[in-house]
């Protein structure tokens, strides 16, 4: 007989790779998948989400789902936001659909989640839950094996794949059942590096707002979105300049034809972007900005380049005076 296989969702978190294990020990084969919707960190994520897996068993996929994201979910969710520019209900909605969508395509049987009833009051009670699972059409589908005996059977379990009995009823806040499993199955730097879900910050959401008050966003903005400084010029130019040597380099690698960017010749001094359709007004003030980021003398001439073409400008006396652009320091 072929053996039953789950699609889990997967967060690199203790819960999900818990879950998961619920599962595998039961004898289910599990694919987890993480899906990217171009908002969460990924710094040093896949390296700890396959040690996860491995630790557990299940083999790793990344769905990446930024255009679709940002088609459906985004800009218009149904729910709304939450309390920074994170569409949480409307985001977990899509999750499941794409979770649905893999497990017809992979020939899986069912869906697993790590999710544990009442642990975020907002978007793991009972009824956003549920909502969810009537959103994505997934009611029944989805087995929540850290919570599953507080909850109704589900499909899995009706049809016996999976033994309820050897399930958890976790409720609530505390991870001490958690750690017990950790300590139970001997698993190893379970704590997931990086943060979450920029879209959660609220320096991030100043971005995003500000951003779609004067253009549309694409996927391509993304990574313009995740780096440096953001200004507003009063002509309605973006600004961006590096604050470091690693946002430097992340800005210095971005390729988007809306931005120009520009380097200061001759003196160390941040990376920065400007967009492209800048007015000479932005653009002469952008220069006395970025060189105000920079080791200048009060008065000092220096040449800026972008796209061929070099520049002079003076700094600002002090960063005071960048304040009023300022979308986020
Ligand atoms: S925190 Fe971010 S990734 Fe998580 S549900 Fe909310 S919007 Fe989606």
Known sequence: MEKIKAIALFSGGLDSTLAMKLIIDQGIDVLAININTGFGSTKD??????????????????????????????????????????????????????????????????????????????????????????????????????????????????????????????????????????????????????????????????????????????????????????????????LVVGRNKDENAHLQNIVNDKYCHIKIVALPGPHSLLSKNATKADKELAAKIILTYCKTKEGEVCTLASENEEFKATPFRSRDEIKPYAVMQ
């Open 45 to 238: 994520r896949l390296e700890h989400m396959q040690s996860m897996c491995n630790q557990v068993g299940a083999e790793l996929k990344i769905i990446d789902i930024e255009s679709e994201f940002l088609q459906d979910v985004l800009f218009d969710p149904k729910h709304g936001y939450g309390k920074n520019f994170n569409p949480c209900i409307d985001c977990h909605a899509k999750m499941f659909t794409v979770a649905k969508r893999v497990m017809e395509s992979e020939g899986a049987s069912f869906l697993i989640s790590g999710e544990v009833l009442g642990q975020r009051p907002m978007s793991q009670n009972r009824d956003a839950m549920q909502m969810v699972l009537d959103e994505s059409n997934c009611d029944g589908l989805l087995l929540r094996p850290l919570s599953a005996k507080a909850l109704a059977p589900t499909i899995a379990e009706i049809n016996g794949w999976v033994d309820r009995d050897r399930l958890e009823e976790i409720v609530g806040r505390s991870r001490d059942r958690q750690l017990e499993l950790v300590k139970e199955i001997g698993l190893e730097n379970f704590e997931s590096p990086g943060g979450g879900c920029l879209l959660t910050d609220e320096n991030f959401a100043k971005k995003m707002f500000d951003f779609i008050k004067y253009d549309v966003f694409e996927v391509r903005d993304i990574p313009v979105m995740k780096y440096g400084r953001h200004l507003r010029l009063p002509d309605g130019a973006k």
